[in-house]
């Protein structure tokens, strides 16, 4: 899920064989889960109280806590910070602490908190500012790497610098001069996370820094000479897609031809990548945002892009299920969508959706049919992305309509939706020709007996 999207791709599993027995109260929380409501509570009505070492350091904890559970919530896991999510009670808790609990801890402390890049002062005035600059500091140092809490630190990191923006705003001159000192902004970073958390948390106010542009056109450089087999292309293109959500097709601050050249080498890989899910979905990530930046150029590059979302989608016809594949399928699903949007394009894209028009239909179907075992955020999100996609399937391209009828049946609504108007659209026109066949035949029939008498 945006804004992190790929970058959990890079979290390295730990060695543990078996995750520890979690003791529990009646409604199901854990101890962790139990102390960090607790906490957050405590914090929201008497942070001004707490020494500003311990401050910093339970909210970083609540912080992760509630990155934790939120995860929990969004893909409906058992036994992990709370025991189920088919409690609904249990449910709401969790809810309640991760969203206005975290929102109810912060909200003194970032409004008190102008001077956080600098965090000094002394004495309560600017208590604040030091606590979250320590706080920031502490989530960038513990971002590097690529452990499962390197990444959710550096999700609470983006999520921090976002509300400390909009609460504060960013002097680009100031901010200029903050983002040099971290010195993670750069294609040989070893806080990828890091960085990724500056460019999602930032997003919008870095269009102008320098230190931005020269990461755009540097991992574009790199993207135009990468190759699909490196370790490392994973992980640069993860940074680029971060990198490039900073702008709008229409700004990118990089040369036409060098997008070009990216593109083409990015596309090279495709031949062998649709059964892949990790950088098979951060090249369609990429593309939703390149391509649209060249759109004027023509090439084969509109043609290898819609065959490319043609065979991932055909390699995930026998997935046992949709989850297997979610990634993947919904970066395919956005990227096509892109195109197909896509104002003032080139002719060889209108002839590439021509040429494809019914292998990229028969495709969004079978994906329809694919086993759904339960439903979480991620799915429901790929799903609205293919429902729509479905309904503007032309009625020429659907050959069977008796594989639509089970589909009404279906638990997941958006998925009954797009069956029934797929029917809804294709039965009037079925039952008109064959009215039409039938007076068609009748006259034929009155044609022979006239001649015959």
């Known amino acids: 899920m945006r804004p992190f999207a790929g970058a959990v791709f890079l979290v390295r599993q730990s060695s543990v064989d078996r995750a520890p027995r979690l003791s529990r109260d009646i409604n199901g929380y854990s101890v962790a889960l139990r102390m960090a409501i607790y906490s957050a509570s405590l914090v929201s009505k008497h942070a001004d109280r707490l020494p500003q070492d311990t401050l910093t350091e339970i909210i970083y904890l609540i912080s992760i806590t509630a990155e934790l559970a939120t995860d929990q919530l969004d893909v409906l896991t058992e036994n992990k910070l709370f025991a189920s999510t088919l409690d609904p009670d249990a449910v709401a808790g969790v809810r309640e602490f991760a969203s206005t609990g975290i929102q109810k801890c912060f909200s003194n402390i970032i409004p008190g908190a102008k001077e956080w890049r600098e965090g000094f002062g002394a004495g309560n005035q600017n208590k604040f500012s030091a606590v979250v600059h320590g706080l920031v500091s502490k989530l960038v140092q513990a971002s590097a790497g690529t452990t499962s809490i390197a990444f959710y630190s550096a999700r609470v990191l983006s999520h921090l610098l976002s509300n400390l923006v909009e609460e504060h705003g960013w002097q680009n001159t100031a901010g200029e001069d903050w983002l040099s000192k971290l010195d993670i902004l750069k294609t040989s970073t070893t806080n990828i996370f890091g960085a990724i958390a500056i460019l999602t948390g930032l997003q919008d106010t870095l269009r102008t820094s320098k230190s931005v542009n020269n990461l755009c056109n540097r991992l574009i450089s790199d993207a135009a000479g990468a190759s699909a087999q490196s370790e490392k292309t994973l992980g640069m293109l993860v940074l680029l897609n971060s990198c490039l959500a900073v702008y709008d097709e229409d700004d990118l601050p990089v040369a036409q031809n060098r997008l070009v050249f990216a593109v083409k080498q ?107 075992p339960k439903i979480t955020q991620p799915l429901d999100f790929v799903d609205d992305l293919l429902s729509r996609q479905v309904r503007k399937i032309p009625l020429s391209h659907i050959k069977d309509l008796e594989e639509f009828y089970p589909l009404v049946a279906s638990d997941v609504l958006t998925i009954q939706s797009a069956a029934f108007d797929v029917l809804h659209r294709a039965i009037p026109a079925q039952q008109e020709q064959i009215s039409l066949d039938v007076l068609l035949e009748k006259k034929g029939m009155l044609g022979i007996f006239y001649f015959s008498d």
Not at 346 to 360: F, I, P, Q, V, W
């Open 266 to 372: 990015i596309l090279s890989w495709t031949e062998s990548l649709a059964t892949d899910n990790y950088l098979s979905s951060e090249v369609c990530r990429a593309l939703q945002i390149l391509l649209p930046a060249i759109k004027s150029v023509y090439g084969s590059y509109w043609e290898t892009s819609l065959a490319f979302c043609v065979a991932i989608w055909k390699s995930s016809e026998n997935a046992s299920s949709l989850d297997r594949r979610l990634a993947v399928i919904g970066m395919s699903l956005k990227l096509f969508s892109n195109l197909q949007n896509l104002q003032d394009v080139n002719d060889d894209l209108e002839d590439a959706l021509t040429k494809y028009g019914e292998s990229l239909s028969e495709g969004l179907i079978a994906l329809l049919k694919l086993p759904r």
